[in-house]
């Protein structure tokens, strides 16, 4: 059973750009939610989202975005970078949205804004 | 410059010895914890997890447990090995509004087995 795919795995991408990074659940999984990781804030949840809705949201700016489509396959978006989004961005699939039922995260993008 | 980064709180054992990794959490109304190891380079990885109904769950030389009245989890490790060694994050799925969920995770542990 294929586990969570992220693509691409890096980026370098320069101040002002924008970016769309891209996660594929598990299969059957209808729940994806992604996570900002750095070394001064931690893992930071972003927003989740099941069945094409966005059911949650962290504290970030609006530059910020995601969707799902209607094969679960998830895309976040960062607009107008900025040094400070330099991160590992997670995604994190589960059969219905996390609670009971337990979340798979991926091996991340690493972004590199400069 | 750089920025200043978590100060990771790092526990160092003995190969062979018991570790326990500790962790408090915020939210009363917190109805389910995940323990996640991530190594270098990796996404989280899933260890053991536990409901906010049960103050105690095991697995495969892990043991996790949680106590509510203080807030408070720990993962103990049996028999700690080299591949153990990795950052230890527990996580807490916090309800918000009906069936959405999000984790709040802690700061993470650096546990380093020496051999």
């Known amino acids: 059973k294929a586990g969570v795919t992220q693509t691409p795995r890096y980026l370098i991408k320069t101040r002002g750009q924008q970016v769309t990074l891209s996660c594929s659940p598990i299969?059957?999984?209808?729940?994806v939610s992604w996570y900002q990781q750095t070394p001064g804030q931690g893992l930071q949840f972003l927003f989740e989202?099941?069945?094409?809705?966005?059911?949650n949201k962290g504290n970030f700016p609006g530059r910020f975005s995601g969707r799902q489509f209607s094969n679960s396959r998830s895309e976040m978006n960062v607009s107008t970078l900025e040094l400070g989004d330099s991160a590992l961005y997670l995604c994190a699939s589960s059969s219905y949205g996390g609670g009971n039922y337990g979340y798979t995260f991926g091996s991340g993008t690493r972004l590199t804004v400069v | 410059g750089e920025s200043v980064g978590l100060h990771l709180p790092t526990l160092s054992v003995q190969e062979g010895d018991n570790s326990i990794i500790n962790c408090a959490y915020s939210?009363?109304?917190?109805?389910?914890f995940i323990w996640y190891k991530q190594e270098s380079g990796k996404g989280p990885q899933f260890i053991i997890d536990i409901r906010s109904n049960m103050d105690k769950r095991q697995g495969q030389r892990v043991t996790v447990l949680l106590n509510k009245t203080v807030k408070h989890l720990s993962l103990q490790i049996a028999a700690t090995q080299p591949g153990d060694s990795a950052v230890y994050f527990c996580?807490?799925?916090?309800?918000?509004?009906?069936?959405?969920?999000?984790?709040?995770f802690g700061t993470g542990t650096l546990l380093a087995v020496q051999p």
């Open positions: 939210n009363s109304a917190s109805d389910y």
């Open positions: 299969s059957g999984h209808r729940s």
């Open positions: 996580a807490e799925n916090m309800k918000s509004g009906g069936a959405t969920n999000k984790l709040i």
């Open positions: 989202y099941f069945s094409e809705t966005q059911r």
